[in-house]
Each structure stands twice: as C-alpha cells, then as structure tokens.
C-alpha cells in the first residue's frame, strides 16, 4: 500500500495505518537521527515525538505535486533535532558509516581496510565541524539517499542551491582533511 493511501487511512482514523507508517519509516529515521545526533536515548526520543508530531499532524498534511510523504515526514524529524539542538539537550554530530563487509574472500587487504576506516574517521570528524544545514544535506544525501528535490524540501530551497551546498560542503571536508579525492561522489 503506498504512503499516500495510508495518509488518506489515517487521516480517516484507521489506526491500523498510523502503524505501518511507522514500522515502514522507523529504521529510516532512526538512522538519519542517529547520524546526525550519536546518542541512542536521545535518538529514540525523537523518532517517537517525530511520530507523535506526524500523528496529531496528519490531517495537515497536503500531498503535493511529486512532493513524498517521507519528506513531510523527515522535514518534522530535522525540525525537531533543530529544537532540541537549541534547547542544548544534544551536540551536533554526523557519521559515515564505516565498511563492515570484509570477508575472507574480500579484494581488499586487511590494511587497506584499516586505512579506509581511518579516512572514513576523519571525514567524520569533519562532517562534525560543517555548519548545521551542510550536515543535513551530507547525511540526507550520503546516508538516506536523498534526491536534491527530497532534500531541497526538507530544508525548504532549491534543488540547486542544495547541490551548490553539497558541492561547498565536500570541498570544506576535502580541504580540511587535506585530500583531493575524498570518496563522497557528487551523484
């Protein structure tokens, strides 16, 4: 059943569908917040009030032309970090997730995995540095694989001026860190 069919279930109080909403989007938001906040109490905390906000909100909720439930969805989940942020409950952090697929029948060598975790590190810690809006367009981009039209609405601009941010933001990490080829394509 699509996004759009549940909202209008839920929007007619079938409570059924509030529940498969939020077992489909659970995980997703779980692991944009996690990336973005680091702390796993905190983490849940928001993705339960992200989803009491999208139940007492629903019946606001205007489907747009080509615009997605998840990115309503994940336009509360960023807003409510921002709250929290500027109450000082969190700190702002941001991780890429480090490769955990080596196998004995891996090409890469145990060192050259060890040296990869080691850039994946520090483009960590500097994704830490970048400004709050860079690092929601880095992990809507890098981690939920976001379209610039997903994240433009989320963030409320442009698709170009969310490439334009994206681009600045993996210039600010590539020079900070000292590298010209750090391995975040532009997609």
Known sequence: MTDEKLVELCKQGEEYAFEILIQRYHQHLHNFIFGYIENQQMTEDIVQETFIKMIKNIQTYKLKANAKFSTWLFTIARNTITDEIRKGKIRKTVYIEEDET????????????????????????????????????????????????????????????????????????RKKIGAREVNMDER
Do not use: C
């Open 102 to 173: 080596l196998t004995d029948d891996s090409d890469e060598s145990i060192e050259d995995t060890v040296i990869k975790n080691e850039a994946i590190n520090s483009i960590n810690q500097v994704i830490q540095t970048l400004a709050p809006d860079l690092k929601s367009i880095v992990l809507l981009r890098y981690h939920m694989d976001f379209s610039y039209k997903e994240i433009s609405e989320v963030i409320k601009s442009t698709p170009e001026k969310v490439k334009a941010r994206l681009h600045y933001a993996i210039g600010m990490i």
